[in-house]
């Protein structure tokens, strides 16, 4: 399956037009985090591999920590094999963003795309969730959508849609 091609001009994803890539190559580039986490009804460690299948016990852990949930995690009884329950039914909204985070993490594409990944979180848990992305996505690029700009003051660019035109946001 082949990626849609765009209605004028041209999207490059590292050099290459899009419309070329299959699907699958796309995924390999492209990161996820959509604003619903979406947690399936398994363990905490197969929702993690989803990511990544081939990851070892200490890429997992890798991405626990950096997504700040491994301490949560190591306290439970079963730990990584934890289930999660329909939807990470048996966490909180903060917790299961970050289990979709640490997932979100561990895939090894090079760019990541949030879509209001704190949406329903409180301030405080937003605030910890955002400093936590800084950190963890380093090296890479991360496109963040989003309504408000709370929480953004370290990201190296800003746009706002107006007009349905990407315009620089006054910094």
Known sequence: M??????SGQ????????????AA??????????QTTHLFDDTIRANLSLARPDAGLSA?????EAARIADV????PEGLDTWVG????????????RLALARALLSPAPILILDEPCAGLDAVTEREFLATLNEAARNRTVILIAHRLIGVEKLD???RLSGGKAVAAAG
């Open 25 to 34: 190559d796309v995924r390999t580039r492209i990161g996820w985090l959509s």
């Open 60 to 64: 997992l852990w890798d991405a626990l």
């Open 73 to 76: 995690v190591r306290a439970l």
């Open 11 to 22: 999207v490059l994803l590292g050099g290459t037009g899009i419309a070329t890539l299959t």
């Open 157 to 159: 660019r800003i746009y």
């Open 2 to 7: 082949k990626v849609a091609a765009p209605r």
């Open 86 to 97: 329909e939807g990470g039914a048996r966490f909180s909204g903060g917790q299961g963003r």
